[in-house]
């Protein structure tokens, strides 16, 4: 791992601590670590291998982040402000989760390229997976997945929380 692979990695892990101090639910805050997880895509993204069981490998990668990211949103908690936005507090559960996630994959690089390299290779051979290049994929699916799975239900959550925001008539 380059040092640009660790400050990439501690960047997408340090998300957590907006979503522990809290966050108004806006389109800005919404959307950050999508554009985040998106840069490092398109930093490390160099091909998407489809031959062998590559696929099945992606799809691995995507219902691990979904269900991180599902726990991480469940476990968010929201209110409402006075103005009647949705505020996303993740409690210690949701940061962990979160951490876990992001903390694994920076592992099984460290691991791929360092002591794991021969194992990886012969899983990867036996299972007919193409190379380094489907690793990065999958890893980078299971990233974006928890990100959009913990977004989609932080919003739902939130949108729920705002839908029960009292009118100006009724404030008056």
């Not at 993204?45 to 696929?55: A, M, Q, Y």
């Not at 380094?132 to 997945?145: G, N, V």
Request: aromatic fraction near 6%; charge should be positive.
């Amino acid at each position: 791992m380059t040092t640009t692979d660790y400050l990439i990695s501690a960047a997408l892990v340090l998300l957590v601590i907006p979503q522990i101090r809290g966050t108004r639910q806006t389109l800005r805050n919404a959307l950050l670590p999508v554009v985040c997880v998106a840069a490092a895509a398109s930093y490390y993204l160099k091909s998407f291998p489809t031959e062998g069981h590559d696929v099945q490998l992606y799809i691995v990668g995507v219902v691990a982040g979904a269900v991180l990211g599902i726990a991480c949103g469940a476990t968010t908690r929201l209110s409402r402000a006075s103005d009647g936005v949705a505020l996303a507090k993740a409690g210690a559960v949701a940061a962990a989760l979160w951490i876990v996630g992001m903390a694994a994959r920076a592992g099984f690089e460290y691991w791929a390229n360092h002591s794991g390299a021969t194992a990886i290779a012969r899983f990867s051979e036996d299972n007919l997976i193409t190379g380094a290049a489907a690793w990065t994929a999958a890893l980078l699916l299971m990233a974006l997945a928890q990100v959009m799975f913990r977004l989609a239900v932080v919003r739902l959550k939130a949108r729920q929380i705002s839908s029960h925001a009292p009118t100006a008539a009724a404030r008056v």
